[in-house]
Nanobody, 128 residues
């Protein structure tokens, strides 16, 4: 069983940056594909970014590509999401997720159904 705890959310002005972090415990972190998702009020949860088990492959939603960067540190059991040039449309609860599918393959996942474990989320609010 993997426990995921996000941190780093907050209130920022448009154009500024935030760095989210997700700390994992209770499992073999280096065997999990990791993902970031977000959910805005009244909207469905949507994919933001994913990183492969080695960190060598990443994927992003079109709306954040070029502004957000996902990275992981398997020695520290953490996955981060660097968010630059934030805009009000980025306001949401951001959650990290871990997938135990294909623990030895270089893959990333964009859909929620591929993830087994979820954190509670951290609020990001971007003011205009």
């Amino acid at each position: 069983q993997v426990q995921l705890v996000e941190s780093g959310g907050g209130l920022v002005q448009a154009g500024n940056s935030l760095r989210l972090s997700c700390a994992a415990s209770g499992g073999t972190f280096s065997r999990y594909v990791m993902g970031w998702f977000r959910q805005a009020p009244g909207k469905e949860r949507e994919f933001v970014a994913s990183v492969s088990i080695s960190g060598g492959i990443t994927a992003y939603a079109g709306s954040v590509k070029g502004r957000f960067t996902v990275s992981r540190d398997n020695a520290k059991n953490t996955v981060d999401l660097q968010m630059n040039s934030l805009n009000p449309e980025d306001t949401a609860v951001y959650s990290c997720a871990a997938s135990s599918k294909n623990p030895f393959a270089s893959v990333v996942f964009r859909t929620t159904s591929n993830y087994d474990y979820w954190g509670q989320g951290t609020q990001v609010t971007v003011s205009s």
